[in-house]
């Protein structure tokens, strides 16, 4: 399930463009349903022309058959369902002048969409929030094809040298080095002068590469569940899976030392601590996931980025106030005096 070619050309020649906002995630599992539960807030709602305005008004018109997806960067990505298992990729901020088709085994018809409201909230801006409810069988098929691509993605990212001449771009102990900083500058701690820049790519040795090529094509990762409980198998050689299983320990290691320094890496921490990994000879790297100790670390990590209000002057802010009243010029109804509190008050019982 790879993402369109139009959203990484966003990227490129329309950061900022479109309508404005910020968007937050959240997830849960229901055990009684054997469901996932998702979420989408969009906040500080904010159209800059009338082409913005326009796309808003399509979609809440579509709002019954939009997908919005967790997964965002500079554009926000969603799936139309089109009936019939045909869907196309859309994009929540701007729209695209030729929709790409998706061609996935996942039935996205078995999602039950619960379109919320936009919202006028306690600072006059506009919100809106919208949940999906996804069958246990069916995020099983979406974590398959997930998985696929980005293994596929992973193969691509590799040099072609590292296929003929059977070279890593980097080591391990680099590739690690390169993590442990990232976490500093996270953490807000100071980079070394001295410190050497790393292109971040998986030093994966070639039949690493040639196993994960072969399960991108024939979506062939393995993936079981035992309610919130995912176990992946990704194939990789013995020593990649041993090192795989080293670097994750250090990882893990690194943000325990950084919060014990007081850093405000605990959130970080407590979804590494959902997540055990382990060399399997013959098999590869065997991941265990605690979806819902992860979905935890998650949600407080966004309820955090929705705490503090986006501080703006006040003529900006005037900006903004002004969207609720063109919106709601169009005939879209607006809730008055809602918080996201409120929304997130219904979401968690």
């Known amino acids: 399930m790879r993402l369109p070619s139009w959203f990484w050309l966003s990227i490129l020649v329309c950061a900022g463009c479109g309508v404005r906002g910020t968007h937050t995630d959240f997830i849960r599992y229901e055990a009684k349903e054997d469901s996932f539960v ?18 808003v008004q399509s979609i809440w018109k579509r709002k019954d058959a939009i997908l919005i997806l967790p997964v965002r960067f500079l554009s926000v990505p969603a799936i139309e369902r089109n009936g019939g298992r045909s869907y196309r ?68 990212d590799q040099p072609t040298k590292s296929w003929t001449a059977k070279k890593r771009k980097a080591t391990w102990d680099e590739f690690r080095e390169s993590t442990a900083r990232t976490l500093d500058m996270m953490a807000g701690v100071p980079d070394p ?32 569940r035992v309610r919130d409980q ?10 990649d899976s041993q090192e795989a299983v080293t670097t994750f320990d250090k990882y893990r290691a690194k943000l325990a030392q950084l919060v014990k320094d007081g850093r405000p890496m605990g959130e970080l921490l407590a979804g590494a601590e959902a997540i055990s990994m382990k060399a399997v000879e013959g098999t590869g790297l065997e991941m265990t996931i605690q979806f819902s100790e992860l979905a935890k ?43 996201t509190s409120d929304v997130l008050a219904d979401f968690f019982p």
Request: charged share 25%; hydrophobic share 40%; glycine share 6%.
């Open 38 to 55: 998702h979420l989408h807030s969009w906040t500080n709602i904010y159209c800059a022309k009338a082409s913005d305005l326009d796309h």
């Open 89 to 156: 990729w859309i994009d929540l901020e701007s729209s695209s002048l030729d929709p790409a088709k998706i061609d996935v085994a996942v039935d996205f018809d078995s999602i039950r969409i619960v379109p919320g409201e936009f919202y006028r909230d306690l600072h006059g801006r506009l919100g809106y929030y919208h949940t999906e409810v996804i069958p246990g069988e069916t995020m099983d098929a979406i974590a398959v094809a997930s998985l696929s691509a980005l293994a596929g993605a992973i193969v691509e």
């Open 230 to 239: 995912f176990v992946i198998v990704v194939p990789l050689s013995s020593e």
């Open 193 to 224: 002068a001295d410190s050497k820049n790393s292109d971040g790519a998986l030093p994966f040795d070639l039949t690493s590469l040639k196993m994960l090529q072969t399960a991108s094509t024939e979506r062939s990762i393995k993936v079981t």
């Open 297 to 339: 670390a998650w949600n407080r990590t966004a309820k955090g980025t929705l705490s503090e209000p986006l501080k703006m002057k006040e003529g900006d802010n005037l900006k903004y106030k002004e969207t609720v009243k063109s919106i709601e010029q169009r005939g879209i109804p607006v809730s008055p005096g809602k918080s």
